[in-house]
């Protein structure tokens, strides 16, 4: 009998991939409209996310470990490090030390150039932009969305206020992006894949980016006729009808049996729900704010449940260099954003939080 | 993943082993650089091909047209010849040619004199012209030298050009015998400017006469060419041959092919692929098949047709309209036909299909009742009125009386609210409470006199508005019979039988299936009827029973059937009505099927029915809201006497009362017997079976919730039930109703399959004709699949849900057939209104001229009444009497009602008037009823009131007409004009008495003047009295040749027995002059196939003569126009005088002549002194009885 020489990633990945397909074997009713939504012209692009998003995930793991472990040996063998420059390709005696852009690296460029020229030409040619006819103005489609690449703000309008979500997020979020590299004091991990290196820049970006798309992934795939949540695979009927009763955090506090045992009814009332909205938010930040101190200072190798903060020395040098005003930028961003979204999405999708904040300006 | 980390483990061991060629430096990458350069090569290259071609697909398209389409004239080039020539050998072409080239004939010697002339002319010109101008020249540089010189120089040239102009030079004039030698003349510069002006006036004078010669000839060429222009099935070969330079020459782009309407913003470009349209050949797609012409045609060829009605694109200029604007569909698309033909999901118009085309018409012509051409919306209109559509759903211009008479009610209460106001007020102001100043009471009589002023004016308003809701009320009508009547009509067990089955009883019948209640039908759908819908129906039965009149209506016996039948089928009852069972009836859609009455309904009923459909068995008071009783008018002193002209108002309260029946179904004037005969005819027909046992029709609280149910499912809507006669319609509106987005058309659970084409009724399945499977996986999801599925299964959108039973749909099934289906469909698809119209408001079908207006007001009431089930009022159109079995003998053709295509231009609007009112022609002008009938600024009406005092003196003294029929045991309310046709009493038919209100009397008439484009208003020209001379003349001529008298009735009942045309005493009062006159001459031009004889003047010179052998001699020696003298002498005919030209002529009781028969008696008859008196003493007391029967309350003889 052939061995099956399988490893335990691909098992991984292959057993991942068969549980995708039963599950959507047994869940989808409807093939026909599963494919009208994906083979939308509008909605390529996120359709091969879907696909390119996990193999360039995958891609650039795999790089960062290669690397990982190319520094570890040159970590410990100095006279090799002094040879072995060069990392996707490690050095060996009788090469070039360094290997010039031109034209090694620009004719690989070039390649690339082409092959994307061909694949815009193709796609072009295949899928014309997805122009329709003139608006009604009488008449809004429905369900209404945005452009793919906007659907991930348009879905956060379900969790926050037009203002928040429309506004200040985006804000928030482009500013954070821009702050990033001034409140990185890393030195290490330029210019090349690397996890350990950069364990904690990495996990927040992937993080960051990973909850984007799946916002846009709920908003192409999910939300039907009226917003509603459809799981993939199931008809969007336009005459669906759902029960959906949000409340704000105060009311749901004040109304609980809990809440009325200890006689919180005036949660309800200004200016206490202001007051506690605010106390409520400023808990999840400081919270949030230890929650990101723990991520990046803890040693996961040493993590048990006997010692839940085991240091990590790397991250603690790094920790030594960064300033205090570098620091609370990470944390205010880091809180409001990529803590404050999935955490808002889960009281909202699970518990029907509406706000937990009301204020009279905005609503939180 | 593991691989890798093999490798690297073992890097530092495996190094010398390794290829010492470092693969980032060495590796070459010319291969995939050369297949990327290949790749990217390729992808330019087809993207120039989608640029060019790929999102261009017309370009393909248009080649193909140009290709076919040459391939195709090619083909028939060699046949147009002989088509050509075909016309050629027409005898008119060949007259036409004749008169051409006689006419060319006769000025040909003149022309070749003139050309000669001309010709002379010419060389003359010719030979002067050089001389002439060379003298010119240089006595022209010479004088100028004279004007820049002075002194001595100037007195030089001077005189030098003295010398020219004497100079004479040589001259080769041409010989005027025309020998073609010169002969040389010196002339000197005077002479030759004379010669040369003259010879050129000369030719142009001689042209000019060439051209007044030809005149002639030339028009008669250009008559000819037309002619063959307009006379050529397809083409001539040198047009051909211009097509086919065009179709090498086409421009295979957009632009020139596009039409542009800047004004209403209409960009079309169907023309881009749809290239034949407009092509002046009738395409097929056969002409147009890819594999040559005659072949199978494919999708392409379908496609390059040209128009199917290009009478429509003849109104309807493409350069002015576009397409899109009647087909919908989204014009300027062109890259695809989904998107060209708007199917795309967000175009708000996609293209109609074909076979709802006129969709597109009810959009620019929703105001119309009728629309030329538009057949298939014209039966959607009279489906959606006949059927009781409207009952339940308002539609703008639909059944708008009711909504009239609703408004002016309401205005009337208003007013007299603030009458009852104003009262209050006067009393106040005239009883001045203590201590009021003299100055402030004096202000306050002031205000109240005032208040007075202001009551008495709103007093008349009323009186208006009153006034108004009368003939409203008159005008309104209901699609079903009154259920007040249900207990005097109707078999007690027969009501819940119909409720739960109506088209089982009667298929086809108006009443709609109530699939709530009915027994469930086999409909391919699984049956909603409700849980209660036993129960359901034995409640509105018992409703129904309890609420209406209970009465006791005389008896009557049974009478003839063979008669009956005989009435039934002659008098016009089958225009409306149809008879027989399923398989083979006959008779008209308009109104129900009789077959099946006798099993239904009471006979006593039924005969008083016929009788008089409009008598009502009580009158219903608007204000009081419930029928009157015989004891309302008792308090009041009244006798117990209704009806629309003099006893229209409550005696409680003044209010115009509810009168008559609201049937459009006319009074025929039959006799009592004859209705009893008709009746009995019915009821001989089938008799009533078992029925179940109906005691629950007397339970209180069935009928209560009977109550509830006729609400809720809107009975009263086609029914008049007491209880409900304020009852709104009760479903939607419909006027915009294609203009609803998509979106809110409820397709309730079968969304879903509606967009995937699942049809649960399979109203496209493919049929024989096209057996595509693929039709029927069409989708459904627009509103053509809305309306047919609704309006074929009203229940199809409850299918599946959970609903409460009150909010359950409650539209029932109506019965349709495919094409009735298709026609409401198109007729709801088209209802878009201003708003979802794609054409701006301003190229709407608005008619501005009156006499547009005129046409589709009359058009609502033509249809109504279906006037078209008898009448003929358009060129081609078949009335439903023209069909019947009855009348397809030639002897029967001659007993079909007039047709009407004409009526304008024949009779007099006044006439008509009267006419319509009262078709009997019975009635006597007396001053107070004229009061009564017309307050239009017509002239004096004759009233015909069905119960009046007037008439019930006519039953105590009867008429001799009406004697002849005796009333025997007749207890039913006599009526005037009974069994009498008041301009064709040779007719079987009866023209009705439709009790039309003076509203419609007046359209009807405006609309047959507007039809036959008449003048408005009508002022009749005075005719010319008639000398005694004239009036011998005209008497000879009318005796000699073919007795006119002979078939035009006179008046003796034993001629008139045999008569078959209108009695000349009428002709004064009826007939324009002018179509009187062209009706002589010629009148099977005006209505083909009539009896009346063609031929009877000759054009002599400029005035026409009788067209006799031997005519009477002071025919001869009258030497103005013949006919023009009779008709002056028939529309001043006066009894007196037709005795007289009887007393002349005495006509025997004669069959009745055929055309051909007509014209072989051509002998005067010479009857004899003795005949003569006899036949006076005869005739005269009938001639008295024919002026009777206008005064029917005049006892004979008086």
Same mark, same amino acid.
Request: charged share 25%.
């Given at each position: ?41 509008? /909605? ?99 369900? %209404? ?39 990185? %004091? ?176 905005? /609503?939180? | ?124 010109? @010719? ?27 100037? =007195?030089?040239?001077?005189? !030098? ?109 169907? =023309? ?6 407009? #092509? ?47 087909? $919908? ?23 109609? =299909? ?44 639909? @059944? ?58 709103? +007093?008349?308003? &009323? ?102 039948? !005989? ?59 419930? !029928? ?43 006799? #009592? ?24 029709? @007397? ?16 009975? +009263? ?102 094409? $009735? ?37 009359? $058009? ?47 009779? !007099? ?23 009564? &009938? ?165 054009? =002599? ?98």
């Amino acid at each position: 009998m052939a061995k099956l020489n399988l490893s335990k990633g691909k098992l991984i990945t292959l057993g991942v991939l068969v549980v995708l397909a039963l599950f959507l074997r047994w869940t989808v009713q409807d093939w026909h409209q599963l494919w009208t939504i994906s083979s939308a012209p509008d /909605n390529i692009p996120i359709v091969a996310m879907l696909f390119l998003v996990p193999i360039f995930t995958w891609m650039g793991i795999r790089q960062s470990r290669a690397n990982d472990r190319l520094i570890a040996q040159l970590e410990t063998d100095p006279a090799l490090a002094k040879t072995h420059h060069r990392k996707a390709e490690p050095w060996r005696p009788g090469w070039a030390r360094e290997i010039h852009v031109w034209p090694y690296l620009v004719r690989i460029e070039f390649l690339v150039t082409v092959i994307v020229t061909v694949i815009l030409f193709v796609w072009s040619i295949l899928l014309n932009a997805p122009l329709e006819e003139p608006a009604n103005p009488n008449l809004t489609m429905n369900p %209404s969305k945005a452009p793919w690449y906007f659907l991930g703000l348009q879905e956060m309008l379900v969790y926050f206020d037009p203002w928040i979500a429309g506004v200040v997020m985006p804000s928030i979020i482009m500013v954070g992006l821009m702050v990033f590299p001034y409140v990185d %004091s890393n030195p290490l991990g330029n210019g090349y894949y690397t996890l350990k290196q950069r364990r904690f820049a990495v996990g927040m970006f992937g993080w960051g980016f990973l909850m984007w798309i799946l916002l846009i992934v709920i908003g192409t795939f999910i939300r039907g006729p009226g917003w509603i949540w459809f799981w993939p695979g199931q008809t969007w009927d336009h005459n669906a009808v759902v029960f959906d009763k949000n409340v704000d955090l105060h009311d749901w506090i004040a109304t609980s049996r809990i809440g009325k045992t200890l006689h919180l009814g005036f949660l309800s009332n200004n200016p206490a729900k202001f007051i506690f909205g605010l106390l409520v938010v400023s808990g999840f930040y400081v919270l949030g704010a230890l929650f990101f101190h723990w991520l990046m200072t803890v040693d996961f190798k040493r993590l048990s449940l006997r010692n839940w903060f085991p240091k990590d020395a790397f991250e603690q040098k790094l920790l030594a260099r960064t300033s205090v005003l570098q620091y609370l930028t990470f944390q205010f961003f880091a809180v409001s954003v990529l803590l404050a979204m999935p955490v808002k999405l889960i009281l909202r999708l699970a518990l029907t939080i509406k706000y937990v904040w009301v204020t009279p300006w905005f /609503n939180i | 993943m593991a691989d890798s980390t093999k490798d690297n483990e073992s890097l530092v061991k495996k190094e010398p082993e390794l290829p010492v060629k470092d693969p980032i430096v060495s590796r070459s990458t010319s291969g995939i650089m050369l297949l990327c350069a290949l790749l990217l090569t390729l992808s330019l290259a087809w993207s120039l091909y989608d640029e060019a071609f790929g999102q261009r697909p017309w370009k393909g398209m248009q080649q193909q047209f140009v290709s076919r389409y040459s391939k195709y004239l090619k083909s028939i080039k060699s046949r147009a010849g002989e088509t050509e020539a075909q016309v050629k050998q027409d005898p008119e072409y060949q007259t036409l040619d004749a008169e051409a080239q006689a006419a060319t004939e006769k000025v040909k010697a003149d022309i070749a004199e003139i050309d000669q002339k001309v010709t002379q002319a010419q060389r003359k010109l @010719d030979a002067v012209t050089d001389p002439f101008q060379n003298q010119r020249g240089k006595l022209t540089v010479i004088n100028y030298d004279a004007e820049i010189s002075s002194g001595k120089a100037k =007195e030089k040239h001077l005189k !030098d050009a003295q010398e020219w102009r004497a100079k004479a030079v040589d001259v080769d004039l041409p010989a005027d015998d025309g020998s073609g030698k010169t002969v040389t003349q010196k002339m000197n510069y005077a002479q030759l400017e004379k010669l040369f002006n003259d010879s050129r006036d000369e030719k142009a004078r001689l042209l000019g006469q060439k051209a007044d010669l030809l005149k002639e000839p030339t028009e008669l060429a250009k008559k000819r060419d037309d002619y063959l222009k307009h006379h050529m099935t397809g083409l001539g070969p040198t047009q051909i041959d211009g097509l086919l330079r065009k179709m090498d020459q086409f421009d295979y782009s957009i632009l020139p092919h596009q039409i542009s309407v800047n004004e209403f913003n209409i960009v079309d470009r169907c =023309e881009v692929c749809h290239a034949g349209i407009r #092509e002046p050949l009738d395409l097929r797609p056969e002409d147009l098949a890819p594999d040559g012409p005659g072949k199978k045609p494919d999708s392409f060829a379908r496609a390059f047709v040209s128009h199917p009605n290009k009478e429509v694109l003849q109104i309807h200029t493409p350069d002015r309209f576009g397409c899109s604007s009647c087909h $919908w569909g989204n014009g300027r698309a062109t890259t695809s036909d989904v998107k060209g033909h708007g199917r795309h999901k967000f175009w708000l118009w996609p293209m109609f =299909e074909k076979e709802n085309t006129e969709a597109g018409c009810q959009q620019c012509h929703a105001k119309d009742r009728v629309t030329q051409g538009a057949e298939t919306l014209n039966l959607g209109r009279d489906l959606f009125s006949q059927r009781g559509c409207v009952g339940c759903h308002r539609y703008e211009g639909f @059944d708008h009386e009711a909504d009239s008479l609703a408004a002016t009610r309401q205005s009337i209460s208003q007013l007299e609210d603030q009458i009852t106001a104003n009262e209050k007020q006067i009393r106040l102001d005239e009883n001045p409470t203590e201590g009021t100043s003299d100055e402030e009471a004096q202000k306050m009589l002031a205000q109240s006199e005032s208040l007075k002023v202001t009551n008495s004016i709103l +007093a008349a308003r &009323i009186d208006q508005l009153n006034l108004q809701s009368k003939y409203l009320m008159q005008d309104q009508k209901k699609v079903g019979p009154n259920l007040k009547d249900v207990r005097l009509k109707l078999r007690k067990e027969w009501v819940p039988q119909w409720l739960a089955n109506p088209q089982g009883f009667r298929p086809g019948t108006k009443m709609p299936t109530f699939w709530r209640f009915a027994e469930p039908m086999d409909t391919g759908m699984p049956p909603l009827r409700d849980k209660d819908g036993q129960e359901q129906i034995q409640a509105i039965a018992a409703y129904l029973w309890q609420d209406s009149f209970n009465g006791k209506l005389p008896e009557q016996q049974r009478g003839d059937v063979a008669h009956g039948k !005989d009435l039934f089928e002659t008098r016009g009852c089958l225009a409306c009505h149809s008879i027989g069972d399923e398989e083979n009836k006959i008779g008209g859609t308009f109104a129900a099927n009789l077959q099946k009455v006798g099993e239904k309904a009471n006979f006593d009923y039924i005969v008083r029915w016929i009788h008089n459909p409009r008598e009502r068995w009580a009158p219903y008071c608007p204000k009081e809201k419930r !029928d009157l009783t015989e004891d309302d008018y008792k308090k009041h002193n009244l006798p117990y006497e209704f009806d629309t002209e003099l006893h229209s108002r409550c005696p409680n309260d003044g209010a115009e009362l509810q009168v008559q029946n609201m049937t459009v179904m006319p009074n025929f004037r039959l006799s #009592e017997t004859d209705a009893r005969d008709i009746a009995t005819y019915l009821f001989s027909l089938s008799s009533p079976p078992q029925y179940a046992d109906v005691s629950f029709m @007397d339970s209180p609280e069935l009928r209560e919730k009977g109550q509830a149910l006729i609400k809720q499912y809107g009975c +009263a809507g086609c029914h008049e039930i007491q209880g409900f006669e304020d009852e709104q319609r009760i479903g939607k509106e419909l006027t915009v109703e294609g203009a609803t987005p998509i979106e809110r058309l409820d397709f309730a659970l079968l969304t879903k399959n509606a967009e995937e084409g699942i049809d649960p009724l399979k109203l496209h399945a493919p049929s024989e004709a096209t057996p595509s499977a693929k039709q029927e996986e069409k989708p459904w999801y627009n509103h053509k699949g809305f309306f047919e599925h609704k309006i074929t299964e009203p229940s199809i959108y409850d299918q599946g849900k959970e609903k409460d039973p009150k909010d359950r749909l409650r539209m029932p099934r109506p019965f349709l057939t495919p094409e $009735w289906r298709n026609a409401l469909t198109t007729f709801l698809i088209g209802s878009v209104g201003a708003e979802g119209a794609n054409v701006p408001q301003s190229l709407f079908y608005n008619p501005e001229d009156t006499r547009r207006q005129d046409i589709q007001n009359g $058009w609502w009431v033509v249809k109504k009444y279906n006037c078209m089930g008898c009448h003929q009022l358009q060129v081609g159109q078949r009335s439903v009497v023209m069909d019947l079995p009855f009348y397809q003998t030639p002897e029967g053709k001659d007993l079909l009602p007039p047709r009407l295509s004409s009526e304008g231009a024949r009779v !007099d609007p006044a006439w008509l008037l009267k006419f319509l009112h009262d078709p009997s022609l019975s009635g006597e002008k007396t001053a107070d009823q004229n009061a009564a &009938i017309d307050n239009a600024a017509q002239a004096a009406k004759p009233t015909s009131a069905p119960s009046s005092s007037a008439a019930n003196t006519a039953a105590a003294a009867p008429s001799p007409a009406a004697a002849n029929a005796p009333p025997t045991g007749g207890h039913l309310k006599a009526q005037p004009g009974l069994d009498r046709n008041g301009v064709r009493p040779y007719l079987k038919f009866r023209m009705p008495t439709f009790n039309f209100s003076p509203n419609e009397l007046q359209t009807l008439v405006r609309f047959f003047m507007a039809m036959s484009g008449q003048q408005e208003p009508y002022i009749k020209e005075p005719l010319q009295p008639l000398t005694e001379q004239e009036k011998l003349t005209a008497r000879q001529m009318f005796t000699s040749g073919t007795p006119c008298l002979k078939c035009h009735i006179t008046g003796d009942p034993t001629h008139d027995a045999k008569a078959i045309a209108p009695n000349f005493l009428l002709a004064g009062e009826r007939l324009k002059p002018e179509w009187t006159f062209r009706w002589l001459l010629d009148p099977s031009q005006i209505s083909p196939g009539t009896a009346m004889p063609t031929g009877l003047f000759r054009k =002599e010179g400029d005035r026409w003569v009788v067209n006799l052998p031997n005519p009477p001699a002071s025919a001869n020696e009258y030497h103005d126009d013949h006919a023009r003298l009779l008709v002056r002498y028939m529309m001043l005919l006066t009894p007196d005088e037709q005795r007289r030209l009887l007393a002349t002529a005495p006509v025997a009781p004669a069959p009745a002549a055929t055309p051909a028969q007509k014209a072989q008696i051509r002998s005067k008859n010479k009857g004899g002194e003795t005949t003569l008196n006899r036949s006076r003493r005869a005739r005269r007391p009938a001639l008295v009885d024919n002026r009777s029967l206008r005064t029917a309350a005049r006892p004979a003889g008086m």
